[in-house]
């Protein structure tokens, strides 16, 4: 079936592509459902075809299949890339340990899940590994389902019952991923989570039940056969705008734009399958086959490269020549991981194609070449973490490594003690702006400040500036604990009739709760502050906030993302917080924008 080798090619480009930060592939994450369809029509295809002709299905010779064609080349770089970070940076694979042994067990969804990993909110330096969490819950299939479908198969033998029973199951899945999705909160939960992902793969399995590839023939009417290319023509349409238009922070993603995809998907899939369809072999073209067959390998290695060569912090997204690079080494590996360790292990021929291998006259070169280029890239990263180790005049502010979402907020011990020692109330702003003192002795009177850790930066600078006025910032702080911060800063007296809110930059927010925070206050001269920071939520919270203050005539915007546009110097190297200089210039456009207004 060449087209689906080109559907899963489309898939996990657009996965890449998503990870590249590629703003035309901003809903490149919805690659993975495909993935997830495709898995659930293909294995059931074949479990059907076994049950037909032997009339039984071996479980384990199933399962040894599956772990033959999947866990090898997984393995495989999951020791490269702790030996990587073994001599790179040890004390990140220390924290990655349980990501290891989770992955190893294919339950690494569930361990995300329960230790509140974040997906979308993520600071300091993601997991090279944190991709394989879709593995756990396809390979989390492999092993239940076969045993599933026999119990189906004896107990509703007729296929349309059969594929009832899986609609069932997956409408309970889809709906517990809607009633489960609470909306402006991170949604990492319904993403990882086997319960609300099932649907995808139990959709595509219903599909196999009525629609056996086995059982297609090539004979139809040109009616017929235009019909199938139109259906599935404008199936691919929509798959390829709602991987344009939808982003990781749409709140109908998690209501039924994940229900929606899969449909999608298994008219794509019921297309190409066929095969009287011309579709199928347009998207069977050699290019999109080659790339398909290795799509299990390039989605392997895919996310290790580009997190492993990200820079520590970059403002800036990745220029062309950067990406062409990163893609470079992932075809590479994966071209390698492919004809060496996964299909020699699938067909029995591992050992012999090695000892073939060993004994090629080109082998040794082509392994000093590697060891010398393994070296060169071991020692231009000690120099690059050397560097980025060097005592500082100013340190980045840690941020938490646990997930904010907005109903929980986890501070770091350590990133209030940073603050504590970097930020105290006497500190020496001699080398800051001041205004006169006679015309500022009041300016701060009935203003208040709500923000996060930025806030904290510029917390006595402003108090500088801005004699007298009431700072509340908090290390992860989120959009939704605002109206609480208001509440209890009114109930303190402290609470002025000018109102800046600075939050946004520790994930996306709910605009409904924006809206109601808005309108209780009314009464108050309110500033949105928007955001930079170098994390895919940047761009959907402006947006949010921009959209929000135009309702409101008492709202104005404060622009720091416009501001600070193409002033790297500003930021420490996370590319969030703020240098002392930084800090000074956010405090003079607050004030200055306040005097405007």
């Known amino acids: 079936m060449p087209g689906i080798d080109g559907l899963r090619a ?14 035309w592939a901003q809903g490149g994450l919805l690659g993975v459902g495909v993935f997830f369809v495709l898995s659930g029509y293909l294995i059931t295809d074949q479990l059907l075809m076994e049950w037909k002709v032997n009339h039984y299905v071996s479980i384990w010779n199933f399962w040894m299949r599956r772990f033959r064609r999947l866990l090898p080349a997984m393995l495989c770089m999951l020791i490269l890339v702790a030996m990587w970070l073994l001599t790179t ?83 309970l899945s889809a709906m517990t991923m809607t009633l489960m999705y609470v909306p402006g909160t991170d949604p990492s939960r319904v993403y990882y989570g086997t319960d609300t992902r099932a649907f995808a793969i139990l959709i595509g399995s219903a599909l196999a039940t009525i629609w056996p590839s086995w059982k297609l023939g090539e004979k139809v009417t040109p009616a017929i056969r235009t019909s199938l290319d139109i259906i599935g023509s404008a199936g691919l349409l929509i798959l390829f705008i709602l991987i344009n238009r939808t982003n990781e922070y749409d709140e109908s993603l998690y209501q039924f734009g994940f229900l929606f995809l899969s449909i999608v998907t298994v008219v794509i899939i019921a297309v190409l399958v066929h095969p009287a369809s011309r579709l199928g072999n347009i998207l069977g073209c050699p290019p999109l086959t080659w790339l398909g067959k290795r799509s299990y390998s390039l989605y392997i290695w895919h996310y290790p490269v580009i997190i492993l060569m990200k820079p520590e912090a970059t403002i800036e997204g990745l220029g ?31 050992r012999e194609k090695w000892r073939t291998v060993w004994h090629h006259d080109r082998f040794k070169p082509f392994v000093g070449l590697g060891l010398t280029l393994l070296v060169f890239f071991v020692a231009q990263s000690w120099i690059t973490n050397a560097a980025q180790n060097q005592p500082e005049s100013v340190q980045p502010v840690s941020i938490q490594n646990n997930v904010q979402n907005e109903n929980s907020e986890k501070t770091d011990h350590d990133q209030s003690a940073y603050f504590d020692e970097k930020h105290p109330a006497s500190e020496d702003l001699s080398n800051g ?28 600078h402003i108090k500088e500036l801005l004699p007298g006025i009431v700072v509340d910032g908090k290390v992860g702080r989120q959009m939704s604990r605002a109206q609480e911060v208001v509440d209890e800063l009114r109930a303190k007296g402290e609470l002025g009739d000018r109102i800046i809110i600075e939050l946004g930059s520790n994930g996306v927010f709910n605009k409904g709760k924006l809206r109601t925070l808005l309108d209780t206050l009314h009464d ?8 930079r920071v170098p994390r895919p939520w940047q761009d959907t919270v402006n947006e949010a906030l921009k959209d929000v203050t135009n309702d409101y005539p008492n709202v104005n915007i404060i622009d720091w993302y416009a501001a600070s546009e193409d002033k790297s110097e500003l930021f420490t190297q996370d590319g969030v917080h703020l240098t002392p200089e930084g800090a000074r210039y956010y405090a003079s456009q607050l004030v200055e924008h306040l005097m405007q207004n």
């Not at 389902?145 to 009832?164: T, V």
């Not at 009177?445 to 996060?452: A, F, M, P, R, V």
Request: a negative charge.
């Open 10 to 23: 489309i898939s996990v480009l657009v996965v890449i592509a998503y990870h590249l930060d590629l703003k």
């Open 524 to 531: 108050k001269q309110l500033y949105l502050i928007t955001t």
């Open 433 to 460: 702006q001041k205004d006169d003192p006679n015309s500022s002795s009041s300016t701060g009177k009935g203003i208040t400040l709500i923000g996060d850790s930025i806030t904290l930066d510029v917390d006595s």
């Open 320 to 350: 062309m020549a950067q990406i062409l690079w990163r893609l470079v080494i992932i075809v590479l590996l994966s071209v390698l991981s492919y004809e060496f360790i996964e299909e020699p292990i699938r067909r029995g021929q591992f």
């Open 89 to 171: 940076d040890h004390e990140r694979l220390l924290s990655l340990k349980g990501d290891f042994i989770s992955s190893i067990f294919y339950v690494n969804n569930w361990y995300l899940i329960f230790h509140e990993v974040s997906y979308f909110e993520r600071f300091g330096p993601a997991s090279p590994i944190g991709h394989l969490w879709s593995l756990s819950i396809e390979e989390q299939f492999y092993v239940a389902w076969p045993i599933l479908l026999l119990l189906g198969l004896k107990f509703a033998s007729q296929r349309g019952k059969l594929m009832l029973c899986m609609l069932g199951l997956a409408f």
